[in-house]
C-alpha cells in the first residue's frame, strides 16, 4: 500500500530560524495535506498541495508530483510554531488521506 | 462555522464495554472520514462515508468495530467489548464531496482510554 516517511522526525530550532520539513510517497498521489498538531490538540490543515509551490503567510509548501516528494518551509519561526507537522496523501480513486508519523519541531525562545 | 463537532471529548470505560463516539460534520459537508490516532501507529484511517452511504471500510477492524451515518448531520463509530489496544484518539474529519481533491477538515477528536 502507500506509504508517506516524513523527515526529520524531530527539529530543534532556536526562534528566529528557518524550518525546512520533508515529505516522501510511495506512489502517485491526487492529493496533498499539510497538517498542523498542537500537543494534545486537533488537526489543523495548513496548506493543500498536489503539485507545485504554494504560500501562505510564513509558510511555503513545495510538492514535485513526478518525485514524489514534498516539503513544507516555515520561515522566521515562532515559539508558536511548536507541534507536530503531519503530511497526508490521498490518490485518485480514494478520497482517503494516508498520513506520516510527522515531524516533532520545538522552537526555543 | 462551528467546525467538525465530536462528543465525548474524553471517555473512559472499562473492558468488555461498549463504546460509541459521535460526530457531526460541518453543515453542507457531504463526506464523513474517521481515523484513529496512537503514538504507536500514527494516525490511520478507519472508514468513510459520502452523502451517507459506506464508500471504503478497509481501516475498520473486522470485529467489533462498526460506523453508521443514519442522516446528514451525524455519524456514529461503535465499538463493542473495548479492548485496552483500543485506547486512542478517535478522530472524525468531513469534505465538500469527499473526493481525493478536497480538503478535510478534523474534529478535534474522542480520547478514548479502556481500562
Known amino acids: 500500500g502507500q506509504q508517506v516517511q516524513q523527515s526529520p522526525a524531530s527539529l530543534v530550532l532556536q526562534e528566529g530560524e528557518n524550518a525546512e520539513l520533508q515529505c516522501n510517497f510511495s506512489?502517485?498521489?491526487?492529493?496533498l495535506q499539510w497538517f498542523y498538531q498542537s500537543p494534545g490538540g486537533s488537526l489543523v490543515s495548513l496548506l493543500s498541495?498536489?503539485?507545485g509551490t504554494k504560500h501562505t503567510g510564513r509558510l511555503t509548501s513545495t510538492t514535485v508530483t513526478k518525485e514524489r516528494r514534498s516539503s513544507l518551509h516555515i520561515s522566521s519561526s515562532q515559539t508558536t510554531d511548536s507541534g507536530t507537522y503531519l503530511c497526508?496523501?490521498?490518490?485518485?480513486?480514494?478520497?482517503?488521506?494516508?498520513f506520516g508519523q510527522g515531524t516533532k519541531l520545538s522552537i526555543k525562545p | 462555522n462551528a467546525g467538525v463537532i465530536q462528543t465525548p471529548r474524553h471517555k473512559v470505560t472499562g473492558k468488555g464495554q461498549e463504546a460509541t463516539l459521535w460526530c457531526e460534520p460541518i453543515?453542507?459537508?457531504?463526506?464523513v472520514f474517521w481515523y484513529r490516532q496512537t503514538i504507536v501507529q500514527g494516525l490511520e484511517f478507519l472508514t468513510y462515508?459520502?452523502?451517507?452511504?459506506?464508500?471504503?471500510d478497509s481501516g475498520m477492524p473486522k470485529e467489533r468495530f462498526s460506523a453508521q451515518m443514519p442522516n446528514q448531520s451525524h455519524s456514529t463509530l461503535k465499538i463493542q467489548s473495548t479492548q485496552p489496544q483500543d485506547s486512542a484518539v478517535y478522530l472524525c474529519?468531513?469534505?465538500?464531496?469527499?473526493?481525493?481533491?478536497?480538503?478535510?477538515?478534523f474534529g478535534p477528536g474522542t480520547r478514548l482510554l479502556v481500562l
Open positions: 474529519a468531513s469534505s465538500l464531496d469527499g473526493g481525493a481533491l478536497d480538503t478535510q477538515y
Open positions: 506512489s502517485t498521489a491526487t492529493q
Open positions: 498541495n498536489p503539485s
Open positions: 497526508a496523501i490521498a490518490d485518485y480513486n480514494q478520497g482517503k488521506l494516508i
Open positions: 453543515s453542507g459537508h457531504s463526506a
Open positions: 462515508f459520502r452523502n451517507q452511504a459506506p464508500i471504503d
